[in-house]
């Protein structure tokens, strides 16, 4: 392998892995904040039933 | 509570364009700008990948300390969840400084692996953070897990300089760092356009190591928030 | 003071405990032996190549029976509420720490008191005049052992594979430790003395202090119900 092959390998690798990792928190984090919305709904619905 | 995120959402979408910049920026700089190193070749442009990971894992792991430390003292979610954070960040970053070393080291030293005292280093650094990784996971109640976690953060980063000297005493067949000579200037050393591209990938890899964090931290706080109105609604 | 009065009740209680009953020690004792002879028969110790591995080999069977050590090391408090009484009780917490660490000490010093000189027999090693020097190299990296060993034996006490976690979350942060035993009993045993093995010596006591004054600090937040 060349040199450029090594760099394009270190590159390549190091990217996909921060983009790999970046994407999985955005989806983390969507189902979270979904999640979170839909306790924030069901709990506001439940006070007002209460009072 | 509704507009806090607001903002909080728009100022990490600033920090992520600038971070973006900044890699393009690094990455123009780094393969394209900046010259082939006189010995090493193209090779040595893995560097400008190589030296901003280890840098912001060592910052990492400085946060995981600073939000233990203050997570025993104040007993405040945020910090717990700042530690947590930067570990797994400090994870991945450390994991791709070994991986961008060693790929870097077949073609200087022909071979994948070697024992010398930064890889070495860097191999236990890793170690230390998985520990703390699954020292977390493997709790099961969250608050013990919290603060056992922040300990073992707290030993962990005062051990490092302990476990620096030792393997630095031990090994030293790595080469000297290039830049930070006692007896030259550092430009002396280097050419000015590889240091600029050191320079901004340093900068790129911060800004985008913090824009990571802050969305992680971001998960963390959902994550607890979730937390608490599940434990209340079941009371 | 009163941290040290602390301290010498609940190490004199631990120590009464396995006296009556001496499953540590002798499990310990028994592990530690053991390890000589499979180390023996996994490097096909010639008499010329032990020299330069005793050092290595017989740290490292220290390193396993101490870890075997640790695991048990709150066993007793896990039973019957003994840990909560314990913490209720007005006993300064960096009293429960050190009286741990040197109770574990002394279960590590009883075992190595034996195995050391029975490697020596074993392998038929030749300096023996160096001996003092390399067993207190041994007791001051046994110290570093007992105190990293206990902090984490206390952080990990709520875990699940707990067996398996403490050794992982240890041997890394165990590093200087290793790496200064051995480097240092390597360099008494090639020069005959102490000289070029002192800064070793030093990292090692180093290691000791700061991880002895960390742990007493720190063991309020380690230990909770």
């Not at chain 2, 430390?69 to 104040?74: A, D, H």
């Not at chain 3, 003994?82 to 050190?98: K, N």
Request: proline share 4%; with cysteine.
């Amino acid at each position: 392998m060349g040199a450029w092959g090594f760099v394009f390998l270190a590159y390549g690798i190091v990217w996909c892995a921060i983009l790999i990792y970046w994407l999985t928190l955005k989806r983390r984090l969507r189902r979270a904040e979904t999640e979170l919305a839909q306790l924030r709904a069901s709990q506001e619905s439940q006070k007002n039933v209460q009072t | 509570m509704a507009e806090i995120s607001k903002t909080s959402v728009k100022s990490k979408g600033y920090l992520g364009a600038l971070a973006l910049i900044g890699v393009l920026l690094g990455l123009y700089w780094g393969l394209l700008h900046a010259p082939p190193d006189a010995y090493q070749g193209e090779v040595q442009r893995i560097m400008y990948l190589h030296i901003p990971s280890i840098l912001t894992a060592y910052l990492s792991f400085f946060l995981v300390f600073v939000g233990s430390c203050l997570y025993l003292w104040k007993r405040e979610k945020r910090d717990d969840i700042l530690a947590y954070s930067a570990a797994e960040i400090g994870v991945l970053f450390t994991a791709l400084t070994i991986i961008e070393g060693s790929i870097w080291g077949k073609p200087t030293w022909g071979v994948w692996w070697t024992w010398d005292a930064r890889l070495t280093l860097t191999a236990i650094l890793l170690l230390i953070f998985a520990g703390y990784l699954m020292l977390r996971s493997l709790t099961e109640d969250e608050n013990r897990a919290a603060s056992a976690a922040a300990v073992l953060g707290i030993i962990g980063f005062l051990d490092i300089p302990l476990i620096h000297m030792s393997v630095y005493w031990w090994r030293t067949l790595h080469q000297p760092p290039s830049i930070l000579r006692p007896d030259k200037a550092p430009w002396d050393n280097v050419h000015p356009a590889m240091l600029t591209a050191l320079a901004i990938n340093f900068v790129a890899f911060v800004l985008l190591y913090f824009y990571l964090l802050s969305r992680r931290f971001r998960l963390g706080e959902i994550s607890e928030e979730i937390k608490a109105r599940l434990l209340n609604r079941d009371h | 003071m009163r941290l040290l009065t602390q301290t010498f009740l609940l190490l004199k209680k631990d120590l009464l405990l396995e006296l009556r009953r001496r499953e540590s020690l002798m499990t310990m004792f028994f592990f530690g032996t053991l390890l000589l002879f499979v180390f023996h028969f996994s490097f096909d110790l010639v008499p010329d190549r032990v020299a330069e591995m005793a050092p290595a080999l017989l740290w490292l069977a220290f390193l396993f029976t101490g870890t075997l050590g640790l695991a048990q090391l709150f066993e007793a408090e896990r039973n019957n509420h003994c840990l909560e009484a314990l913490l209720l009780s007005p006993m300064d917490r960096g009293a429960l720490f050190l009286a741990k660490t040197a109770f574990n000490f002394i279960l590590m010093f009883l075992v190595e008191i034996v195995v050391f000189p029975l490697f020596w027999i074993l392998f038929n090693l030749r300096p023996w005049d160096v001996i003092p020097y390399l067993f207190l190299v041994t007791l001051v990296g046994t110290v570093g052992f007992c105190v990293l060993g206990t902090l984490l034996s206390a952080v990990t006490l709520k875990a699940r594979a707990r067996e398996l976690l403490l050794p992982l979350v240890l041997f890394p942060l165990m590093i200087p430790v290793i790496l200064g035993t051995i480097r240092c009993m390597e360099t008494i045993l090639r020069t005959g003395e102490l000289g070029d093995a002192l800064p070793w010596l030093r990292l090692l006591i180093g290691f000791d202090v700061i991880f002895l004054t960390v742990g007493v600090l720190i063991f309020d937040w380690v230990i909770e119900v």
